[in-house]
């Protein structure tokens, strides 16, 4: 069950994850060397282009990294305790109890051969030893809760008789069943309208504060980041290249990787009267990545130091950079200012 907050109390610390798929060539680097914390309570957001390994980290924290996919390395601390020394079924006990994982896509998550209220059961069968009749009872308080009309006739439905915002909503019935401490969103509205994603958006918000939850939000939609998140750590090839509260990433963007993401919006308070910026090039493959910052092909301030792969800096007020720019070693521009860059640009 959620618990409750306390003052600088991470639920979740995540030490330098290394999670790799291996073939018979080479080690492909998926995660490589993550470190972040969530806070009880709060939300963080996971933002970065795709393969930029944010469902991979994700899918470590549940431990649920098939073959050829491994966890090679790093620390995963959730309440105090190391997920990567839980046993299978410790973390079977944990998976959907404690911590829940609202995935990407309903219609493939959810079973189509059982019922929606079948499948909501099953959680409270599993975790809370309830028999069919008080699990159905608990399965439409729900379905209630997560504003799902006319439950007692939607829950004997299969998910194929639902709309696309009603699986959703059946899928963070399903998470939520037995109040996690911590929900895992990925992409949770992904493939559904601006207005039923609004509405998930919100219901996610809502629920959260009931219960105390804490949030671990998987997107590459920055709007949506700036709506739900406390803080905001930006991933690129496997790695965090800035970590922030979610007002300094939006006020303040320091890493050029960050920046490029926040020109690529389009302005709300103005009509578009030009192309908007882009990042030039692609993320580079996770089996082919640069030898020094993952970033620098693609970067405008890029000098000989980034050659060398930055290590994550902690600044003066607790954010974090992987970037040479604010280190006494750089050797490009020293007046380079990526900010200034980017109202530049804005403008």
Known sequence: MATESTANDNILEVKDLRTSFFTN??????VDGVTFSLPR???VGIVGESGSGKSITSLSIMRLIDQPGEIIGGDILFNNENLLEKNNNQMR???GKDISMIFQEPMTSLNPTYTVGQQISEAYKIHEG????????RSIEMLKLVGIPSPEKRIDQYPHELSGGMRQRVMIAI???????LLIADEPTTALDVTIQAQILELIKELQEKLN???LLITHDLGVVAETCDYVAVMYCGKIVEYADVRTIFKDPKHPYTVGLLNSLPPHDRDIEEDLP???GNVPSPAELPKGCRFAPRCPFASEICNTLPDLKTDENEN?????????????DPEVNVHAERTTQSN
């Open 93 to 95: 006990d944990i998976r």
């Open 41 to 43: 309570g709060k939300t």
């Open 278 to 280: 882009v990042i030039k």
């Open 213 to 215: 939850m804490s949030v």
């Open 130 to 137: 309830l028999r069919k009749k008080e699990a159905r009872h």
């Open 320 to 332: 974090q950079i992987r970037c040479w720019i604010y280190s006494d070693e750089w050797d490009g």
């Open 25 to 30: 060539e080479q080690e492909v680097k998926a």
């Open 175 to 181: 998470a939520l069943a037995c109040s996690p401490d």
